[in-house]
């Protein structure tokens, strides 16, 4: 059964700096990883699919790797800003189970 | 999210009570997914639906819960008598094809959930 993990639980950094968050799961027989962000009392937003055969994936200031071997995920956020602040969730895909989140990094980004 | 139309966005319900939760996704989409999140825990699996047809239930909860999809309208998530613990954010989603084009494979996208209180 898929396990997916997220360190760290919570990230505070001041304006501008560049960050990394992680995202471990526990089978890598898998079809796709996604990212995504939730504002408080808010749905959920994509910002990032990683399909099992690709290595990494990037959007704006976002750039999302995929090491499937190791069952591991980065979230790398650029020049990070305070409307970045928000929960960041990784989702796994997996053979014939269906989407399994991982607990989520809290971010906060202080001006 | 404009793809997915969840309603109400807030429910509030006695112990007892039913709580109904719909689901509206973009013509064209035939299947959609249930999550559920619970007040600082994540989002947990439940139900997995096509048209007429239930896919995978095996996050639902054994009592009380029901999950369907019609052939018209939305996707219905109904708790029958409803107990504080369910007091949750419940969150519809649906998947994208992938290249390959299997129905739920691909990128998935949530609508912005409704929230049930129990009181």
């Known amino acids: 059964k898929q396990e997916v993990t997220q360190i760290p639980a919570a990230l505070s950094v001041p304006e501008g700096e560049n960050l990394v968050l992680n995202c471990s799961f526990t089978d890598s027989a898998i079809y796709n990883l996604q990212w995504f962000r939730q504002d408080p009392g808010k749905g959920l937003t994509s910002l990032l699919l990683i399909q099992s055969s690709q290595r990494e994936q990037t959007s704006g200031r976002l750039n999302a790797s995929l090491d499937k071997s190791s069952g591991r995920s980065t979230l790398y956020i650029a020049a990070s800003q305070p409307g970045d602040s928000a929960t960041y969730l990784c989702?796994?895909?997996?053979?014939?189970?269906?989407?399994?989140f991982g607990p989520g990094t809290r971010l906060s980004v202080l001006p | 999210n404009a793809g997915v139309m969840q309603n109400p966005r807030h429910l509030v319900r006695r112990r007892g009570q039913e709580a109904r939760l719909r689901c509206s996704p973009m013509k064209g989409h035939s299947h959609v997914y249930w999550y559920r999140q619970l007040p600082e825990e994540g989002l947990k699996f439940m139900v997995y639906?096509?048209?007429?047809?239930?896919?995978?239930e095996s996050g639902m909860p054994k009592e009380r819960f029901s999950a369907e999809f019609p052939k018209e309208g939305p996707s219905i998530l109904r708790i029958q008598q409803v107990v504080r613990g369910d007091s949750a954010a419940y969150f519809c989603a649906i998947s994208e094809l992938s290249p390959r084009g299997a129905p739920n494979t691909g990128e998935l996208f949530f609508g912005e959930g409704s929230r049930l209180t129990v009181l």
């Open positions: 639906l096509q048209k007429e047809n239930i896919i995978d």
């Open positions: 989702a796994v895909n997996s053979y014939g189970q269906n989407f399994v």
